[in-house]
C-alpha cells in the first residue's frame, strides 16, 4: 500500500476535560473507555434513548487525562449542546479545540508521532494527526481506502438519527462496549446483538462501470434494499437490508445501483454473515 495523506475540512474536535471527564463520558456514549490506549482513535457515538444514532465521532486520550471527540464540523455546534445538557453537576468542561484540523496518513509504517486509526487494519497504518496542515491532500484515496475498509461516517453513508451502531458497524470496530456498564440507548443496543435482529449492514460495492452519485437506490429483484453512499468510481458504500440481499442472491437476481449492476461483498474483517434465504436476521442469528 502505497503512502498518502489527506486533509479533512469538514472536521473540527471537541475536548472534554475535568476530573469527572472519562466518568461521564463512559456513562454516555457507545464507547468502552476502560479499554482506550493513549496512541489510539476509537470509534464512537452518542445515541438517543432509543438506540439511534444522534453523533457519531472518533474519540481519543489527551496526554493531559481530556478527551478528543473529532466529529463533523456542522454538528460540532450541536453536540457540544447535546454534552452539555447530560453534564448537570460532573466536573466537566466541554470545549472546541482550536487547533482541530486533522489529516489523516496511512501506508507509511514509520510514522509514529500520530494516533492510530483502530477501524482499519492495523497493518494498513491509517493515522491521523491534528494542527498544521500538510500538503498535498489525497482527499479521493481517502474515500477510496474508506470503502476498501467499510468505514462508513454520517452525511455521506447515512443519516445521523435514522441508523443504529450495528448498522454502521460499530459491534464490528470496536465502536461499541458490550461489556460496559449502561449508556444512553444501551439497551437496544444489547438487545440487538443477542438477538441478532441487526437487519441492515455497510456492504461493499463493485460496478461494472462507474456508479451513479451518492443517494442513488440500491435495489434487488426489484425491491429497494439501500442507498449508495461513499463512491470512488466503480467502487462504493451503501448500508442495506441484508435480508432482502441474501433473498435476491439466492435466487440469482442482480443487485443494482441505479442502473449498474454491482457485486456485493462483507468488509474486510467483519464477523457478521448475511442471513440464510427466507429468513430474517433473527431468525438466522
Known sequence: MSAHTAV??????????????????????????????????RAGALLSPQGKILFDFLVSRE???????????????????????YRLRAKVEISQLPNGVAAVSWGDASVTDALRDTRFPAEWHV?????????????????ALRIEAGVAESGTDFALGDAFP?????????????????????????????????????MILSGECDLPPTGADITASGRPIGALGTVAGSAGLAILRIDRLADALAQGAP????DVPVTVAIPPGATFTLPAPGQTATESA
Open 127 to 143: 493515522v491521523r494527526r491534528y494542527g498544521a496542515e500538510p500538503a498535498p491532500s489525497d482527499l479521493a484515496a481517502w474515500r
Open 255 to 258: 443487485v443494482l445501483a441505479g
Open 8 to 41: 479533512l475540512p469538514d472536521r473540527a474536535s471537541l475536548s472534554v476535560s475535568g476530573q469527572d471527564a472519562e466518568h461521564f463520558l463512559q456513562n454516555l456514549i457507545t464507547t468502552d473507555l476502560d479499554s482506550l490506549r493513549e496512541g489510539e482513535l
Open 166 to 202: 450495528h448498522d454502521m458497524l460499530l459491534d464490528q470496530n470496536g465502536g461499541v462496549g458490550f461489556r460496559k456498564g449502561c449508556y444512553v440507548g444501551q439497551e437496544v443496543v444489547s438487545r440487538m446483538q443477542h438477538r441478532g435482529t441487526a437487519r441492515r449492514r455497510v
Open 63 to 85: 496526554h493531559s487525562g481530556a478527551f478528543r471527540l473529532d466529529t463533523r464540523a456542522d454538528m460540532t455546534l450541536d453536540f457540544s449542546r447535546r454534552l452539555l445538557l
